[in-house]
């Protein structure tokens, strides 16, 4: 069975542009949830989206969304590009049919901002 | 004081020895725990996933989980150097949905 697969694999934008990372779950899986993961903060979870809506979200900004799609793959956006948002932004999906259940890591995007 | 902590490490063993990783958490609504490892510019790899307390196995590796002491461990028997990268914890309250809270991982080590 194929993994997670994220693209693209790496970017690099300047301060003020936006970008849009795409995320395919595993085969079956409908929950999709997107992280960001920096040296200084680690793992932080950005939203969850399972069946074409936004289930949970984290203590990010609103230049952060998402969404899903009718075959579970997703898209995150970050508008208005800061420094500060050169990260891996890693996807990760998950069967969920009774709670939390295991989550599949994909390789991730290093997104890097000038 | 962050929700789940962990020794950031880096944690140095030779080949063969057992290793210990440990997290410790705040939140006592936490109900499901999984431990990940990263190699360096990789995406985590899921190597146990745990709900409550008590004792799993899988091969070289033991997760445990003392919910009264709010601590979780993991174990490697007979360690090896494919074994060095960033070890991550994780944990859900299980109320709804996928929204895990990580620990800053710690990294290991295993030189030959």
């Known amino acids: 069975k194929a993994g997670v697969t994220q693209t693209p694999r790496y970017l690099i934008k300047t301060r003020g542009q936006q970008v849009t990372l795409s995320c395919s779950p595993i085969?079956?899986?409908?929950?999709v949830s997107w992280y960001q993961q920096t040296p200084g903060q680690g793992l932080q979870f950005l939203f969850e989206?399972?069946?074409?809506?936004?289930?949970n979200k984290g203590n990010f900004p609103g230049r952060f969304s998402g969404r899903q799609f009718s075959n579970s793959r997703s898209e995150m956006n970050v508008s208005t590009l800061e420094l500060g948002d050169s990260a891996l932004y890693l996807c990760?999906?998950?069967?969920?049919?009774?709670?939390?259940?295991?989550?599949?890591f994909g390789p991730g995007t290093r997104l890097t901002v000038t | 004081q962050k929700e789940v902590e962990q020794d950031p490490g880096p944690l140095s063993v030779p080949e063969g020895a057992i290793v210990s990783l440990n997290c410790t958490y705040s939140?006592?609504?936490?109900?499901?725990f999984m431990w990940y490892r990263q190699y360096s510019r990789k995406g985590p790899e899921l190597l146990m996933y745990?709900?409550?307390?008590g004792n799993k196995e899988d091969g070289r590796f033991t997760a445990q989980v003392d919910k009264s002491s709010k601590y979780i461990s993991l174990f490697i028997r007979d360690s090896q150097p494919s074994d060095s990268a960033t070890y991550l914890c994780?944990?859900?309250?299980?109320?709804?949905?996928?929204?895990?809270?990580f620990g800053p991982g710690t990294r290991l080590s295993v030189l030959p």
């Open positions: 085969s079956g899986h409908r929950s």
């Open positions: 939140n006592s609504a936490f109900q499901y």
């Open positions: 989206y399972f069946s074409e809506t936004q289930r």
């Open positions: 745990t709900y409550s307390s």
């Open positions: 990760a999906s998950s069967l969920d049919r009774t709670g939390p259940y295991e989550q599949y």
């Open positions: 994780a944990m859900n309250e299980g109320s709804y949905g996928q929204n895990f809270v």
